[in-house]
């Protein structure tokens, strides 16, 4: 865009009399200084009651509110992050948006929402994040070495949650899912259970990929082998056609099955009742890993690794809005333990 | 904002070569117009492949993305959409969010989200919503006439998400709570029950109220009288908490509970099965409203009436984008029928 038109542009926007008034009507109509009128509408900035009462009843008068679109080409400054996300309507990244936006909020910064498809469908939607001049991004999504490159050179931050790139330095915030799956194992295994079966997240799913490779890791450290995995899409027909393919493989049903979510193991413990006739945990063992509000629910009651949501994503807003601020600091990884939930729906020792 | 001040910056950001291409130079490259490249880069214009390729290759090389926020000063479009919503951990709105995700991102807008503890909350986020000069609004939450003549004096349209004014003529997407709870009292009255209970939506939700005003009208033509109603969160504690004190106000349990929505129906079955020992739908029928993902898990099975949650979402981002391009078009409502889905949790005729 040519600065002369963009200049112009900006020129006619800010005479337009019926457009929107000024903070230099507002700081007039105060009888107090211009800057004084940006420190109100600043969040978290120092002003007295008495002089924010008096800009903000002018600017009440007049019909002004700041055009934050106008200031971010001074200040260089969005107040923009973008949150990149797939599977929306899973029971878990809900959970984790409603999170971010808390923390977000509280530091004066608003959430432009990406939702992809599937993870690896990236690329459709980075251009139209940089077009956006965020001031940063919360990826909880796989981003490529050479995507992540693409935000380096334009100086945005960015932080993944739950996930990282092995050899590349980045800024994350993780929940232990590697600890956390071989833990697992190590309970169900130490209560007598041999017999296991996984179902587990999507392949090109970062998280899944750590959990199952956790619990396959722990599960050959203590002797069992061979145990089938059956991928699934985090739904809950992928815990109840999981179950289907683990009995039609193994020939009979297995003592144990570790899913890759929580969702899948809710599907994974009505197809062991409704359709195998199994009592749960009785006959069949089931254990999942998130800690989702049906988790706890009563037909449930699942045995399940908590992800601290709160503290994650506390920690994921704070380590990115520090590098917004002095972009120089190193890149920082939080791996933060899961919470063990003894649940209803397995045995243990 | 003085126009100098903002011109200047405008004018340095242009000028710095470290920061970024502009589309005069990508124009140069590809050899073609200005206006050309910015087609190119301008969802659902019309361009040749041909043209495309030959741009985006030149972009490329010279690291250019169109700045999307200056790019708004002059087009007075941001191409951003404010959604407001309260409630995101339910389990309804995540769904709603992600149908209204796919639905805006087709028309080449981005969401812009505000989540709000309670729907009486939207005070502390209007002045927000104003300042990132968003293109329209979609209001999943209550707002005031004074709010939305806020709205109306910056000529930013705004469509409500399932509520409406009653006196104010407004944009409105809505299903048909009232029809649908009367529809699901008619067929529970007609398969004999007569003990019934309500659990309803908090008093702040103009759609939980609705759906009572519904459910309690079509009882009273039906003779059925002195209903006990408990005021309920939505979320599965009021259900399970909202059978308990039915069953406490009726002396002994109802035939049919009524509940404001799906997730009071599972905590409510799960309160009757796991604390009473009551079979549903043996000796209780449960209804709930929505139709979100866990109703159809095999544990519960919910009677339930299923929003269009697809089509809604698709008819709120045609009536605000419709209005973007032309402020003229008169207020319009849309009101979608709920589908009737014959679960296993109620006994019907």
Chains 1, 2 share one sequence.
């Not at 815990?239 to 599907?267: Q, S, T, Y």
Request: hydrophobic share 40%; net charge positive.
């Amino acid at each position: 865009m040519p600065k002369k038109k963009l200049a112009s542009a900006v020129a006619t926007a800010a005479a337009d009399p019926d457009r929107r008034a000024t903070s230099y009507d507002v700081a007039l109509r105060a009888g107090v200084s211009q800057s004084a009128v940006s420190r109100c509408f600043k969040p978290g900035a120092s002003v007295s009651a008495k002089m924010r009462e008096r800009v903000m009843r002018a600017a009440r008068e007049l019909g002004y509110t700041p055009n934050a679109i106008a200031r971010s080409l001074i200040t260089r400054r969005s107040n923009l992050i973008a949150v990149l996300l797939s599977n929306l309507t899973s029971l878990y990244y809900p959970e984790v948006l409603s999170e971010l936006a808390e923390q977000a909020s509280r530091r004066g910064v608003r959430i432009l929402l990406f939702t992809l498809p599937r993870e690896s469908d990236i690329d459709h939607v980075l251009d139209q994040v940089l077009q956006y001049q965020v001031d940063g991004v919360v990826a909880a999504v796989r981003l490529s070495p050479a995507q992540l490159a693409t935000f380096d050179r334009r100086r945005i931050p960015v932080v993944f949650f739950n996930r990282y790139l092995r050899d590349t330095p980045v800024n994350a915030v993780c929940c232990d899912q590697f600890e956390g799956s071989r833990a697992m194992v190590s309970r169900l295994h130490a209560a007598g259970h041999r017999r296991f079966g996984v179902i587990a997240g999507p392949e090109d799913s970062v998280v899944g990929q750590e959990r199952l490779r956790g619990a396959l890791e722990r599960l050959a450290e203590l002797g069992v082998r061979d145990v089938p995995v059956i991928p699934g899409s985090y739904d809950y027909d992928s815990g109840v056609n999981g179950l289907h393919e683990l009995v039609k493989r193994m020939r009979r049903p297995p003592d144990a099955v570790i899913c890759g979510n929580d969702v899948m193991a809710i599907g994974c413990i009505d197809a062991a009742r409704f359709d195998f006739g199994l009592d749960v945990p009785g006959r069949l063992s089931v254990v999942g890993f998130d800690g989702v509000g049906p988790s706890v629910w009563s037909s449930y009651r699942l045995t399940t690794v908590r992800q601290p949501l709160e503290r994650m994503a506390e920690a994921t807003i704070t380590l990115l809005m520090d590098r917004v601020e002095n972009p120089g600091l190193p890149p920082e990884k939080r791996v933060l333990s899961g919470q063990f939930v003894e649940g209803a729906s397995a045995k243990l020792a």
